[in-house]
């Protein structure tokens, strides 16, 4: 790149908002002088519209010209061509330590939440629930004020289910502390799962009714190997920093008993999901014996807990879950205090090795450790936010909000701000995609499918449905109508929220089924719910000028959001979705020989995966390769559908120009394939990337363009990439 390239490139990330003003300038000057009858007749309002349109495609090509790095070959490596400067642009110097198109899309989301949230609460434009919502926010705002009690508060907490052996010292008696009852009392009252509980969703065999999942705690760090390997180890001292830090902060340990009780906490945890495996002391004890960073604010925020579907489906009943691990388990004494009384229909039991590793666990640990562990992760639901700097306050309290009421802050942001045109666009979108679907399995591109296979794939298909998540028919008055939210008492407000949770959990499982509502998952991205056979599309990736405007080409909408949805259709038919049926219930329709394709190629992708290298290291073995057929056959379809759209609208409209972007010498074929590689820009720390590949289900963005575009012969037709070059192996890997 020439000295004058650069200098242009940063002027251009250093004056982006300026595009629009010099943009505006620029048309304003080239608008040709008209005749008095001629001005009249040219409508104001359209003339704003055509500039509008004008500044918004300048702008919108500037960004991808800025992300890119031109001067690197497309065929050598197109992660690289299209996303080369993105890092530049956008480094990962804060909370939290990554960015890329979703962040970006998340914060401009969050802006808007703000000044909702922000704004005075009003009858005319609230309802009730949407009061409650922004008193619970402002509690949060004003947690200083809850914090002259924080410590009083937490011990409160801890005292309605015992006492925890950190803050009794030598006054703690072990002979009265009985774990299965603490943890049972704490589901019941506040609906945390902590070590050992139940679960009620959905029944994947059969979606009309709820079923009792026995499960164990979701495992804290997302990931067993984040608990074991080399590679992970700072990661594991910054989270037992944080534990020792939120110790002292909330129950006021001195330094060195907090660190003691983290590290015995962080140990227990380790065997607990892992089994008997050395602690970090151990292992330092053992390197100095010649045998065998810093990133506190990245481990702080903790995930909130994401259950999903159940881990098995080994189907039993309470009594034989109790002549099976009585007298180490009593899982009826568990159920009568968690539920209120034992049920009587089938559950779903533990899985096995889960169980045996959990009593064992159980029995080796002093009984000390145990009760620290769970009073920590009971005190962890009401952890006061901590800002690093000013303005990071509002960014935690509306993190924390959306932890409890996300479906009504998306609902919020549609009623304020939705496009309806947009929204029927989208329903456009999704009907050609659905449509050209139609046509690949019908076709010969998928030979491979026995008819039997092909003609269930295809009924299935046709239920499929994708809806909007705006949430407008939500009765949120019924779920919320009990909760009582004070505007200064943030913890007491945790409390009341958990508590109605806990009620409503357990009356899930006499109630039929509801449409799947992990509410904060929703609004991130689209979402393929294999039990309803259903697509959501969040409201969040519907704003304007990310990957959707009206004046944008079809090939930048078709290469983002047409992607997205593919990704998630595509989902129905991965190692998940085609082993359930179009009712969304689990049942085996797949032929042997059309299996047996399907795992040959399914062992293509995990052996071409796991040759990338990602931090330094070879990107893991997934136990799932289902987010790799995704997308693969996500862009395979979305592309297919842009060809569909594209031919049916060169028959309609002579002019196909807007298909261009200005100042980018790209055909529309290019440019699509150019939207889809730039949804994946990203910037992570390097002392987050092994954590990263480690815990997602998802390879990391670059390999989510690299992977699939190197197994379309579509995209080295279009930027001529030939046979043999790092994006065209001769290798392919193909499902759908």
Known sequence: ???????????????????????????????????????????????????????????????????????????????????????????????PYQTNTFQTISNSLNRKVSELLNRPRSTEYDTETDMKVKRFFESCMKSNYTRIWYRANMVKIIGEFGKMPALEGDRWREEDFDWLKTVAEIAYKYDTRIILGHFIQVDVANNTVNRLSILMQDIPLESTSIYVDEVHRSFREARVHVMAKNLKLALALDDKL???????????????????????????????????????????????????????LNLTTIDEMQEKYMPQLDIKR?????????????????????????????????????????????????????????????TL????????????????????????????????????????????????KLKWMHPDTRKYALEKLQTINMEINTYENSNFSEEFGPLEINQIDYIGNKKNILA??????????????????????????????????????PVSVLQPYFLWSDFYPNALKFGTLGFLMSHELIHGFDEEGRAHDKHGNKHEWWDQSSNDYFANQTECFNKQYT??????????????????????????????????????????????????????????????????????????????????????????????????????????????????????????????
Not at 30 to 51: C, E, L, M, N, R
Not at 269 to 296: I, P
Not at 415 to 443: C, E, G, P, Y
Not at 612 to 628: A, T
């Open 397 to 444: 309290c509306i993190r924390r909000t959306k932890n409890h009421f996300a479906k009504v802050m998306d609902n919020m942001v549609y009623r304020q701000f939705a496009s309806n045109q947009t929204q029927q666009d989208v329903h456009n979108m999704w009907q050609t995609i659905k449509t050209t679907f139609h046509s690949v399995l019908s076709s010969d």
């Open 500 to 537: 109605l949770r806990a009620k409503q959990t357990r009356a899930k499982l006499h109630e039929r089924p509801k449409p799947y509502d992990d509410a904060e998952s929703l609004s991130f991205t689209p979402v393929y719910i294999t039990t309803e056979n259903l697509i959501k599309v």
């Open 611 to 736: 040759k990338f290298v990602y931090g330094g290291h070879n990107l893991p073995e997934l136990d799932s390769q289902s987010e790799n057929i995704a997308d693969n056959g996500g862009i395979r379809l979305a592309y297919d559908a842009y060809l569909r759209w594209y031919e049916d609208a060169v028959r309609t409209y002579s002019n196909m120009e807007g298909e261009l972007m200005p100042r980018l010498n790209y055909t529309s074929k290019q440019l699509f394939f150019i939207s889809y590689g730039q949804l994946w820009c990203s910037a992570t720390h390097p002392a987050l990337r092994n954590f990263v590949s480690s815990t997602d289900d998802h390879v990391p963005g670059k390999y989510r363009v690299i992977g699939p575009l190197k197994n379309l012969e579509e995209f080295s037709k279009e930027f001529n990439c030939p046979v043999g070059s790092y994006m065209n192996p001769k290798k392919k890997c193909i499902i759908y």
């Open 258 to 312: 907090a660190k003691k009780t983290a590290r015995e906490i962080f140990d227990f945890e380790t065997k607990l999901f892992v089994g008997n495996v050395e602690s970090d002391e151990e292992e330092e004890e053992q390197q100095a014996n010649g045998e065998g960073g810093e990133e506190e604010e990245v481990a702080e925020e903790d995930a909130e807990e994401d259950d999903n579907s159940p881990l098995h």
């Open 1 to 95: 790149m020439t000295i004058f390239r650069k200098i242009e490139m940063e002027m251009r990330h250093l004056l982006l908002i300026a595009v629009w003003a010099i943009c505006l300038i620029g048309l304003a000057r080239a608008i040709p002088a008209k005749s008095a009858t001629d001005s009249k007749s040219k409508q104001p309002q359209q003339q704003q519209q055509v500039i509008t349109k004008d500044i918004a495609r300048y702008a919108k090509a500037a960004e991808i010209r800025n992300y890119m790095d031109e001067s690197h070959d497309p065929c050598g490596n197109f992660y690289t061509f299209t996303c080369g400067n993105y890092y530049r642009i956008n480094p990962p110097n804060k909370l």
């Open 334 to 394: 568990l159920l009568n205090i968690s539920l209120g009384y034992v049920p009587s229909d089938e559950v779903y039991d533990l899985i096995e090795d889960d169980a045996e590793n959990l009593i064992t666990t159980i029995l080796q640990t002093p009984r000390r450790i145990v009760a620290n562990y769970i009073f920590y992760y009971l005190i962890d639901q009401f952890l006061l936010p901590e800002p690093k700097q000013s303005g990071d306050l509002e």
